[in-house]
């Protein structure tokens, strides 16, 4: 009786009905960015206004074989696209406008980007590069609004403690706008965790680059060690031939001092956290 009762008074609620493109000619695309829904507020008794929410059809409809090549549409042709019960009035319809327009038909393949956090508790860490199958997606729809999008990203995802490698299915953010399709909705991240550990590499040779035949570049000392941190299993595979310390030539020419500091190149996953010595000297001299 109490629902019965409150559903007889008039009453306001606000749905958001999806938008339906049908007959869209072949080879074209929407020009201008469409939303997937628009946001109505209606009125009407309450017993009507409950149905529409058992409605499954209920759809804002736009028929391309009845557009011409561009057109606008405002609230006023509300009738035209939603069929409603004429007891049920919109008070009012976000966004107020919608651009209908035709481009030619594009379609791009783009880059993945995983949109995620990883957090790992002390003595543990990611190793290496994140691997992600497939690591690009096809986009499809007019050409002016494809051309537009470099990446996609995949739903947000946060992965607290994580101690274990992560293999994950992830889903690709769904497009916003009407005008545009992607050709898969998830893929697979998958992302090496271990705990952490430190080594000592040593012996790592200093080298200059592009010296002139009739030069020497002499460093002291003519090697460094260093101390490196990475996944166990990372650092039981390392030596020193993996690692690099170059310099330019040209770069030391330009120093008076003749003490410089090295930068070794590590591979991907490695961290240098300490060079032994922090710097060395040099000296260039004719060749004898």
Known sequence: MWISVNLSYEETIVKNIPIKIINLPEGK???YPLPTSLTIKFRGMGWQLAGLYFFKNLEYTIDLNLQTESQIITNRNLAEHLKLPPTIFPLDIKPETLFIGLDKFHEKQVSIIPNITIKCPDGYGTVGRWHIEPESVTVMGAVSLVQQINHWSTVYRKYDNQRIPLDVELHLEEPTNYGLKISRNKVRLTVDIQPFAERTISGIPLTALSVPSNR???????????????GIDQLRNLDSS???ITFDYQTLLQDSIGIITPVPTAPEGIKIIQRIPEQVHFIIRKRL
């Not at 020497?216 to 990475?230: A, N, T, Y």
């Open 242 to 244: 993996l690692f690099m």
């Open 29 to 31: 695309g929407l020009r």
């Open 216 to 230: 020497d570049v002499i460093f002291s000392p003519p090697k460094i060690d260093i101390i490196v941190r990475g």
